[in-house]
């Protein structure tokens, strides 16, 4: 118990139990200092502590996990359908099926108990996968429907598997195992050949019919060779070969340690990567015969080792990529490169498609890039929770957060970025690009340090965005800055507002932001606790400033600087109502009022001068501030200035619930190398509610509140968002259904989320009035008017929507036939008998009805010039065209119409060569048919016999001779066949 003395001069402060002396301090205190002194013997005093052993979490009720989304889905090459529509991935256990026209998660599958290690279309059937995991089992996967069709059962680990078809079908893979005398790790080469009862059995148990065929060293990569029958591997400094028909072991020694190695399709040629860089070809290794040389060629460009290599389909190029981030193609005869570059991070593994086309490339930021082999440039990228892109780049000093707005997870993503993800429908959502620096790759044995995000906070209502990025070196020192971001209402994404270089004198190290207001808090090493508040342009530049939802004059400055002694800060949080924030300093902690800046209160934890705060969070509806260092939990009230209790374990990670009572915690009980606990906690009670084991240990947690019963995120080392509760969790569900169908439901759900951000797109059927009138006095001007795009790009419809709808408009205001062409009509109507042909070209009355007219007419128009002066040549039908049994009236359309809508359509969309002119049908005749008319009409002026001619398609048709002659019933007969013939 303990009693303040609020005077100015001093603070009186009697603490200690009655075992040990009563400890009397007198302190002289400042202006606006401590209210309250606590003496270290504080930590004697008696209070709730609890030690939690295994003992009691075996007495703790259980909780569930399952992993939502998220996930590291480059540990393996990744592969695509055949016919490059959907990707599939190796996420951990488990086989995602991204759609690359969604750029989503179609499909998840689910089965493996352990890492899956290969992933690649089946050789026996295309629309199957085939998979091997840790778990000694391989899986035969239908993608369409997401079932597992068979399941082969071993007793080992199997690392890589072949398909070797022929005669009889093979399963050749390798398993990994350790020598039972000298306990050394090796590998194991087996082959089942599959049977033919084989086909209906669900389930087959390989340790019954294997044989295993060789034990080698263990190698990194292994690849098969199906022109020779040779499994190929690398082993330190020696390439590995192993025939399967001859059962034989060939070994070849490079100088330096060999990495990478890929076969060629069509040549007996093998191409390695050794560790300074080069890629070596070994030419004539596949030679069994004795005194068999074997040529080594080198290419070099590679600083260091490279990742990856693989060859095209057709062996005359090889792909290579590394720590770089270029991509490198070798053409093998000419020994000439190709280069992709400014990737973003180090590519992991390579993929070439059969056939060729496109390359898909793993980056170890968790990307996954396809490449167009023809333009040799980026065609589309699929973005998993994004990660550091080297090892030692992959730390989360930001933890994790929910944007306030869009409740998307908001953590550190790629070197110098900010990820958004959507976790409930595991979609990368956006990259904040914070730093606006490049991806170095190293040049000698240190990776060189990027400059790194190491805090941000969001305030009101996600409206503000604050960002601390640091780089720190030896020889340069601290490099830091503060930025400070707008969120753009119109294009929602941040708009940086003002930087600030150096905001303290040493490292920062927390930031926080108020819950309400547009105000920060960030705390130092030196010392220094600095508000920074946001300062809106004059009101009379705000309408002039305002360029896309953001002032370009608004900024942010410090506002008041304070400090507690100059101690080194650690930690800051604000409350809950933002009217207090929390600062800890070393193992004492200050509460600070907001508004004045002004000391209310101090505490210090028990412990000696080393402890230092980790993590430091006010808990909703109550006046319980938890703190935990490294050894311990605390709970402190701020209102009884006491400590609540104690619980002495070790806590890696902190967050609390919105708006009740309690927090969450991931717990180390043991020691750093064993698995991670969840546990939530009261502040009534140390005893935790209830604890959840997690299967890898823990980068950050936050609260969930889009789930419907209470449960928290949690983010695994294995880049995996697990959902933690204490009721059942249900498991992403099997989407019901073939992947077209899903695809079709995410591109409407999609759509959706397109028309509720930037509005409805316009169809031809929706066309309003303004957008109608538009057209409709485009008609007049034959051309577009400017009104009709006055609305905003994205709202306008299709060209070729906008040019059907404009074309029915055109064709529904049709000209009356004129005198002179129904003259013309009666005039083609007097033609010759020609019933007795009739009989023998098999058409009906009506049809050869029309085929006269249309003869005779056509034969008027050419003696007498009717018709000349049209651009679009008249061959007179009757009202009805016929297609294939189906009908339409033919509207009525000037030439000049029909040549300005011919620029909407491209060819095949729509037939133009038919129309109306002045309400007679009209056909746009082809090139060939002019040039045959003009040397018609000049035979006949000079008075030559008629000849028949010949269309491009040989069908014959007959030429008037002269202007008296008209056909013969034979020469009208062969037409009508050529006709009949060409309608069929």
């Given at each position: 118990k303990h009693r303040n003395y609020q005077k100015q001069e001093h603070v009186v402060c009697v603490s200690g139990p009655s075992a040990h002396p009563v400890l009397v301090t007198f302190i002289a205190l400042a202006p606006l200092a401590l209210l309250s002194c606590l003496h270290p013997c504080v930590s004697s005093l008696p209070f709730l502590t609890f030690e939690l052993t295994a003992i009691a979490m075996a007495k703790t009720p259980r909780g569930t996990s399952a992993a939502i989304a998220g996930g590291c889905v480059v540990d393996i090459p990744p592969c695509q359908s055949m016919d490059g529509k959907h990707l599939f991935?190796?996420?951990?256990?488990?086989?995602?099926?991204?759609?690359?026209?969604?750029?989503?998660?179609?499909?998840?599958?689910?089965?493996?108990?352990?890492?899956?290690?290969?992933?690649?279309?089946?050789?026996?059937?295309?629309?199957?996968?085939?998979?091997?995991s840790l778990d000694s089992s391989l899986k035969t996967w239908d993608y369409d429907s997401g079932k597992c069709l068979k399941t082969f059962q071993f007793n080992l680990p199997i690392l890589k598997c072949f398909v070797k078809t022929g005669a009889a079908t093979s399963l050749?893979?390798?398993?990994?195992?350790?020598?039972?005398?000298?306990?050394?790790?090796?590998?194991?080469?087996?082959?089942?050949?599959?049977?033919e009862t084989d086909a209906t059995?669900?389930?087959?148990?390989?340790?019954?019919?294997?044989?295993?065929?060789?034990?080698?060293?263990?190698?990194?990569?292994?690849?098969?060779?199906?022109?020779?029958?040779?499994?190929?591997?690398?082993?330190?400094?020696?390439?590995?070969?192993?025939?399967?028909?001859?059962?034989?072991?060939?070994?070849l020694t490079w100088g330096c340690a060999l990495g990478v190695v890929a076969v060629s399709p069509t040549d007996d040629v093998v191409a390695t990567g050794d560790a300074r860089g080069r890629l070596v070809l070994w030419h004539g290794c596949f030679n069994n015969a004795q005194g068999a040389k074997v040529v080594q060629t080198t290419f070099h460009w590679h600083a260091r080792t490279f990742h990856c290599i693989d060859f095209t389909a057709d062996g005359a190029y090889i792909i290579t990529g590394g720590d770089e981030g270029v991509l490198v193609m070798w053409q093998v005869d000419t020994r000439s490169r190709r280069f992709l570059p400014r990737l973003g991070a180090p590519i992991g593994n390579i993929f070439v498609s059969p056939n060729s086309t496109t390359y898909l490339l793993g980056m170890e930021d968790n990307r996954v890039i396809l490449v167009a082999a023809s333009s040799f440039s980026i065609s589309k990228v699929f973005n998993g929770f994004r990660r550091g892109p080297v090892a030692s780049q992959r730390s989360y000093p930001c933890r994790i957060k929910l944007h306030p707005r869009h409740n998307t997870v908001v953590t550190n993503g790629s070197t110098g970025h900010l990820q958004f993800f959507d976790h409930n429908t595991d979609t990368h959502i956006l990259d904040l690009d914070v730093t606006k620096r490049h991806y170095i790759s190293?040049?000698?044995?240190?990776?060189?340090?990027?400059?790194?995000?190491?805090?941000?906070?969001?305030?009101?209502?996600?409206?503000?965005?604050?960002?601390?990025?640091?780089?720190?070196?030896?020889?340069?020192g601290l490099d830091c800055c503060l930025k400070f971001w707008g969120l753009n209402v119109e294009t929602n994404k941040y708009k940086l507002m003002t930087v600030v270089n150096a905001p303290h004198s040493a490292e920062v190290r927390a930031l926080d932001a108020h819950p309400t207001s547009?105000?920060?808090?960030?705390?130092?090493?030196?010392?220094?606790?600095?508000?920074?508040?946001?300062?809106?342009?004059?009101?009379?530049?705000?309408?002039?400033?305002?360029?896309?939802?953001?002032?370009?004059?608004?900024?942010?400055?410090?506002?008041?600087?304070?400090d507690f002694h100059s101690l080194p800060c650690e930690r800051v949080a604000f409350s809950q109502d933002g009217s207090v924030f929390a600062v800890s300093t070393a193992s004492t902690v200050t509460l600070w009022d907001t508004a004045t800046i002004e000391m209310r209160l101090s505490f210090r934890l028990p412990g000696d001068d080393a402890t230092v705060v980790k993590h430091l969070k006010f808990v909703a509806g109550s006046s319980i501030v938890v703190a935990t260092t490294?050894?311990?939990?605390?709970?402190?009230?701020?209102?009884?200035?006491?400590?609540?209790?104690?619980?002495?374990?070790?806590?890696?990670?902190?967050?609390?619930?919105?708006?009740?009572?309690?927090?969450?915690?991931?717990?180390?009980?043991?020691?750093?190398?064993?698995?991670?606990?969840?546990?939530?906690?009261?502040?009534?009670?140390?005893?935790?509610c209830f604890v959840t084991p997690l299967p890898d240990r823990s980068r950050g947690i936050t609260f969930d509140p889009m789930a419907e019963e209470d449960s928290w995120l949690v983010l695994t080392t294995r880049q995996e968002l697990l959902r933690v509760s204490k009721h059942n969790i249900e498991t992403r569900s099997q989407r019901k259904g073939t992947l077209q169908s899903i695809e079709e439901e995410d591109q409407s759900k999609r759509a959706q989320m397109y028309r509720q951000l930037f509005g409805k797109s316009l169809e031809p059927s929706e066309l309003g009035g303004e957008v109608a009138a538009a057209i409709a006095g485009a008609q007049q001007a034959e051309g577009l008017s400017d009104a009709l795009?006055?609305?905003?790009?994205?709202?306008?419809?299709?060209?070729?929507?906008?040019?059907?709808?404009?074309?029915?408009?055109?064709?529904?205001?049709?000209?009356?036939?004129?005198?002179?062409?129904?003259?013309?009509?009666?005039?083609?109507?007097?033609?010759?008998?020609?019933?007795?042909?009739?009989?023998e070209s098999g058409l009906s009355d009506s049809d050869n009805d029309e085929l006269d007219q249309a003869e005779d007419l056509d034969e008027s128009k050419q003696t007498s010039g009717a018709g000349a002066t049209s651009t679009v040549a008249a061959v007179a039908r009757e009202e009805i065209v016929s297609v294939e049994g189906c009908t339409a009236d033919l509207p009525v359309?000037?030439?000049?119409?029909?040549?300005?809508?011919?620029?909407?359509?491209?060819?095949?969309?729509?037939?133009?060569?038919?129309?109306?002119?002045?309400?007679?049908?009209?056909?746009?005749?082809?090139?060939?048919?002019?040039?045959?008319?003009?040397?018609?009409?000049?035979?006949?002026?000079d008075s030559a016999p008629a000849t028949p001619s010949s269309t491009r398609d040989d069908t014959p048709v007959a030429t008037p001779a002269s202007k008296s002659k008209r056909k013969t019933p034979k020469q009208k007969s062969a037409k009508r066949k050529s006709k009949a013939s060409e309608d069929k």
């Open positions: 991935l190796g996420a951990n256990k488990d086989i995602k099926v991204v759609s690359w026209q969604t750029r989503g998660v179609v499909r998840q599958m689910s089965g493996h108990t352990k890492p899956i290690t290969q992933i690649q279309v089946s050789a026996l059937n295309q629309t199957q996968l085939l998979t091997c050749v893979w390798i398993s990994s195992a350790v020598d039972q005398e000298t306990h050394a790790k090796q590998h194991k080469l087996f082959q089942y050949t599959i049977k059995t669900p389930e087959i148990d390989l340790t019954q019919g294997a044989e295993e065929l060789c034990v080698l060293p263990p190698c990194a990569h292994w690849v098969y060779h199906a022109r020779t029958d040779c499994v190929v591997g690398t082993n330190d400094k020696q390439l590995l070969i192993f025939s399967l028909g001859l059962q034989r072991l060939r070994t190293r040049t000698n044995e240190r990776q060189i340090k990027p400059t790194t995000v190491t805090h941000f906070a969001f305030a009101a209502n996600g409206a503000h965005l604050a960002t601390v990025e640091a780089r720190k070196e030896k020889v340069f547009g105000t920060f808090v960030t705390v130092g090493s030196d010392g220094a606790i600095k508000v920074w508040r946001f300062s809106p342009a004059p009101s009379q530049d705000a309408a002039a400033n305002v360029a896309s939802g953001v002032a370009a004059r608004d900024s942010w400055a410090c506002a008041a600087v304070a490294v050894e311990a939990i605390f709970a402190f009230d701020v209102t009884k200035r006491h400590m609540a209790w104690q619980l002495n374990t070790r806590c890696r990670a902190l967050a609390v619930h919105p708006t009740k009572s309690t927090f969450g915690v991931v717990l180390n009980p043991a020691n750093a190398r064993s698995k991670c606990v969840f546990a939530e906690l009261s502040v009534e009670s140390p005893n935790p795009f006055s609305v905003p790009s994205h709202l306008l419809p299709a060209i070729q929507l906008l040019g059907k709808e404009f074309m029915r408009l055109k064709l529904q205001q049709g000209n009356a036939p004129t005198k002179a062409d129904a003259a013309d009509d009666d005039e083609g109507n007097n033609g010759l008998d020609t019933s007795e042909d009739e009989e359309v000037s030439a000049s119409d029909v040549a300005f809508m011919s620029g909407f359509f491209s060819e095949g969309e729509l037939d133009l060569t038919t129309a109306t002119v002045n309400g007679n049908p009209t056909t746009t005749p082809s090139k060939h048919k002019k040039r045959k008319k003009k040397k018609s009409k000049k035979q006949g002026e």
